[in-house]
């Protein structure tokens, strides 16, 4: 089964305004990553965030790992027309052989 | 540095037929990935390499559905017979290997159309 299982809603929200969004998996893990894919392209890893690390920022970017819970949040602050995209977390368990598995991902519309 | 090539990027076929798709990773990354996505749902791993092991096939349909990488460098998926819901984009994706999965690099896929 699919590590990484993302809140199903879309979010639209209108530019400047940030954006948050959720993951959950099921098992211990590696790391968590999140990737962005815009329509019709390939993914792009944004950031990586480490078991033993609680948040880590890169940029507009900003994500928790909360490992009792079994969860990770993305926020992206001032958000840009350009950040409209399906946003993807993945987790790197050590069960499983090691794997890097997706959820479902998050379909996010920044509105000009 | 080039990315993940990938070819083609579009191929559409009938049921029944078989199709091979290739990839051609980051040179020296270690780890090479397949990826299928269904329109309007996460990338689902078919299958995971570690130079030319395979760390991980578990969700490959190995009924229909093989895959090899040539001496730890490029590598083929092969669909045999297709059917319709074999439609979908397939992801190749490269990374340096550590103990763990490090950033996974794309290629733009090929989308397949099954009719």
């Known amino acids: 089964s699919q590590q990484g299982e993302e809140d199903p809603q879309a979010l639209s929200i209108q530019e400047g305004e940030n954006a948050t969004m959720n993951c959950s998996y099921k098992?211990?893990?590696?790391?968590l990553q999140w990737y962005r894919q815009n329509s019709g392209r390939g993914l792009v890893h944004l950031i990586l965030?480490?078991?033993?690390?609680r948040e880590k920022h890169s940029g507009r970017l900003r994500v928790t790992l909360d490992t009792s819970k079994k969860s990770s949040s993305l926020l992206i602050t001032a958000s840009r027309a350009a950040d409209t995209a399906s946003y993807f977390c993945?987790?790197?368990?050590?069960?499983?052989?090691?794997?890097?598995?997706f959820g479902k991902g998050n379909q996010v519309v920044v509105i000009p | 540095e080039a990315g993940v090539a990938q070819s083609p990027r579009y191929k559409i076929i009938e049921k029944r037929q078989s199709v091979a798709f290739w990839c051609n990773p980051i040179?020296?990354?270690?780890?090479l990935y397949w990826y299928q996505q269904i329109l309007g749902q996460g990338p689902k791993l078919l299958i995971q390499f570690q130079n030319n092991g395979v760390v991980d096939d578990s969700q490959l349909p190995k009924d229909r559905f093989s895959a090899e990488r040539l001496k730890g460098v490029d590598s083929t998926l092969k669909i045999q017979p297709a059917k319709l819901e074999d439609s979908a984009v397939y992801l190749c994706?490269?990374?340096?290997?550590?103990?763990?999965?490090?950033?996974?690099?794309f290629g733009q896929g090929t989308r397949l159309t099954v009719v």
């Open positions: 993945a987790t790197d368990s050590y069960y499983g052989n090691n794997r890097l598995a």
């Open positions: 040179s020296g990354h270690a780890t």
């Open positions: 994706a490269s990374s340096l290997r550590g103990r763990e999965n490090t950033e996974a690099f």
């Open positions: 098992t211990s893990i590696n790391n």
């Open positions: 965030i480490r078991s033993n690390e």
